[in-house]
């Protein structure tokens, strides 16, 4: 059974930093592309970062580019830096696996496995 589960998250003062990390469990996932989404109250859930494990290209979201950083270390752990937090990037951060054509790593159905989220929470 494949299993996402995501850690790292917390209370942080605005400009301060997390990392967050997502362990995968029950496959590898060598030939996967990686995301991390997040959803804050009342809003839909968004694309936030991407990497493509095979040939480690990341993707970001506008609004964390330059702030941001997604990483892996082997074939079952991915890391989302988080520097410079602002108080809008408050919100559940869930972690996600799936097989996608390059371009599409932004879109909730490319993904077919899921964490059950971390929360972050930035303070003013």
């Known amino acids: 059974q494949v299993q996402l589960v995501e850690s790292g998250g917390g209370l942080v003062q605005a400009g301060g930093s997390l990392r967050l990390s997502c362990a995968a469990s029950?496959?590898?996932?060598?030939?996967?592309?990686m995301g991390w989404f997040r959803q804050a109250p009342g809003k839909e859930r968004e694309f936030v970062a991407a990497i493509i494990w095979g040939g480690g290209s990341t993707y970001y979201a506008d609004s964390v580019k330059g702030r941001f950083a997604i990483s892996r270390d082997n074939a079952k752990t991915v890391y989302l830096q988080m520097n410079s937090l602002k108080p809008e990037d408050t919100a559940v951060y869930y972690c996600a696996a799936g097989r996608f054509n390059s371009g599409d790593y932004r879109y909730l159905v490319s993904y077919s496995y899921w964490g059950q989220g971390t929360q972050v929470t930035v303070s003013s």
């Open positions: 029950g496959r590898t996932f060598s030939s996967y592309g």
